[in-house]
């Protein structure tokens, strides 16, 4: 990753015109071709940017003359080795695939360094799927009193079941498990239940739809195909959310 601090004037051409007066400004190219232009504030947003896949180059831009340069015909010219390397305006063009252009004219810099950062291993959520399904499987009977599990990760011909377990009946139960429950996740569990409703060793399977959050349109479909809506407490399954000592 490249950090430069740089008073720079920045014009977004393409779609629509933006325009970014000169002033100091932190800019931020990164390994993947992306460029983003900070200030020293507005959060973690940039003021503006150029996603990959794009490309940068140097392009020629007038330098500043004072005026009292221009008025001295017969002065000496100033020696190449005698200018400073930063006092040259610099002209930056980001390329993107469509042609918009990301033009940054850079003033002056005052900081320009390299940095490697290797490969991330990204975020980790507290929460996430992965830590739901656990959780539930440890805790099958949130689903309702006799349920037992068979299996995490039961494997289809068209990938994993997050949770196959039975009810008081004896009857097999396929549970989908999302952080957020969307339209997507009744259709992913749609497609294992009629898979799984076609082996007599399973048949009849039901489904149940377990998130943290179920959005109203993904509550009625589920519904609508007979698949029960569970709503899961992270914080109740983890034990966290204990009323031992609750005054209510």
Not at 22 to 48: E, F, Q, T
Not at 55 to 81: G, H, K, L, N
Request: one cysteine or more; aromatic letters at 4%; charged letters at 25%.
């Amino acid at each position: 990753m490249r950090l430069v601090i740089a008073r720079c004037q920045v014009d977004y051409v393409g779609r629509l015109t933006a325009h970014l007066p000169m002033a100091r400004r932190l800019l931020l190219m990164k390994a993947d071709g992306s460029v983003l232009v900070h200030s020293d504030g507005g959060s973690y947003k940039p003021l503006n940017w150029m996603s990959p896949p794009c490309w940068m180059e140097e392009r020629e831009a007038e330098s500043a003359v004072s005026p009292e340069s221009e008025s001295v015909p017969d002065a000496d010219p100033v020696p190449d080795a005698a200018a400073a390397p930063d006092s040259a305006v610099r002209l930056w063009v980001v390329t993107n695939k469509a042609g918009e252009e990301l033009r940054i004219t850079v003033e002056d810099i005052e900081h320009d360094s390299k940095h490697e950062l290797g490969v991330d291993p990204g975020l980790v959520k507290d929460g996430v799927e992965a830590h739901l399904q656990e959780l539930l499987a440890e805790h099958i009977v949130t689903l309702g009193e006799g349920y037992s599990l068979i299996r995490r990760e039961y494997m289809t011909a068209i990938g994993p079941v997050d949770i196959l377990c039975r009810d008081a009946d004896g009857a097999t139960v396929a549970v989908e498990i999302k952080r957020r429950g969307e339209i997507d996740g009744v259709e992913q569990l749609t497609r294992y239940l009629e898979l799984l409703n076609r082996d007599p060793l399973l048949a009849p399977v039901a489904g149940v739809f377990a998130a943290q959050q179920i959005k109203p349109q993904a509550r009625t479909l589920a519904t609508d195909r007979g698949i029960r809506c569970v709503t899961l407490d992270y914080d109740a399954l983890r034990g966290t959310d204990s009323a031992e000592f609750r005054l209510f």
